[in-house]
């Protein structure tokens, strides 16, 4: 976790300023280094003294003068275009630094179907008709979306915390997010269900999880990978912008954020007894108990959410850590 007092600053905030050195444009120096090679090569310049010839030969000979001139002069421009290259070869091929990134999103940070497999989730088929979602809620367990809609509902805050563009990913932590993109988020969920005013902070505290959760993949299959910036930097992945990947990659690179990843690490390692109910909430998982009539006391839901089921093999097993807290609740 960030310190509290850089969790209200951006990245950009916190990213030292690399030193510039002015230098001339490209036109400018691609026109000087030109200007200089002809000047110290007087020698490519081939030149013949006059003759006297008489008018009908000068008629048969300016055809040809002609021709030889403009063989000359482009041997000339070759072979000091070549010159050039070889000494200044960003004068003709862009820099790095320069050329836009090849990235599979688009300038609005919208994802492009390029990739096998699953894929990135679009929005839900209701969402943005103007018809409104109709939300239930658990009425035990607060605020916690259940039933048929609730699994639509969750999919599509986290298809609003990974749009880049209106969820800038280039902000230390969640507090820090500007009161307006909150303000426009609520709005749009307002725009599309019928949640009432009172699910604003539980709502807004999903979303933030979701984007927290997308920058954690982001920075382990696009960073973490790589050993250098310049592989990192090399491709943008889907659903970011590329100036918001270029202060990511910068960001991450720092020697505190480095330092403090690898405590979270190490701190997450100490976990134990992980639920295996994915993507479905304890309080839907509640729910569906309770439809077949199941008990959904404590430690009834704590084996529905922690058992699992062996490779090709019905049975359902715990692992270690859930099994001694099972034997310790009964």
Not at 294 to 309: I, P
């Amino acid at each position: 976790m960030a310190p509290k007092r850089l969790r209200e600053q951006s990245m950009e905030e916190l990213i030292p300023a690399s030193p510039v050195r002015a230098k001339k444009s490209r036109s400018q120096a691609r026109s000087s280094q030109l200007h200089g090679s002809i000047s110290s090569q007087p020698q490519l310049v081939a030149s013949r003294r006059p003759q006297p010839t008489t008018s009908n030969q000068s008629q048969r000979q300016a055809p040809s003068m002609s021709v030889q001139s403009q063989q000359q002069a482009s041997t000339v421009r070759l072979t000091q275009s070549q010159e050039t290259q070889q000494c200044h070869p960003n004068l003709s091929t862009p820099s790095h630094e320069d050329e836009p990134l090849i990235t599979p999103s688009d300038e609005t940070g919208e994802i492009e179907p390029t990739m096998n497999g699953r894929g990135a989730a679009c929005s839900i088929a209701e969402w943005g008709t103007g018809t409104k979602l109709h939300i239930d809620f658990d009425t035990k367990w607060k605020w916690k979306p259940i039933k048929e809609n609730a699994q639509k509902f969750s999919t599509q805050l986290g298809v609003i915390a990974r749009n880049a563009r209106k969820v800038p990913l280039t902000k230390v932590s969640w507090s820090g997010m500007p009161d307006h993109i909150l303000d426009d988020i609520w709005k749009d969920v307002q725009d599309n269900t019928d949640v009432p005013d009172a699910y604003r902070p539980h709502c807004l505290k999903i979303v933030g999880n979701r984007w927290r959760d997308w920058k954690c993949r982001l920075k382990k299959e696009w960073y973490d990978k790589y050993e250098t910036n310049e592989e990192r930097l090399a491709i943008t992945p889907p659903q970011v912008p590329t100036d918001q990947w270029k202060i990511l990659v910068k960001y991450w690179g720092l020697p505190d954020v480095k330092e403090c990843s690898e405590a979270n690490k190490a701190n997450r390692a100490l976990g134990s007894a992980p639920h295996r109910t994915g993507r479905t909430s304890f309080a839907q998982v509640k729910n569906q108990m309770e439809e077949k009539g199941e008990k959904t006391d404590r430690l009834s839901l704590f084996m529905q959410t922690r058992k699992k089921k062996k490779k090709n093999d019905d049975e359902e097993v715990f692992d270690y850590e859930s099994a001694n807290i099972i034997v310790s609740m009964m």
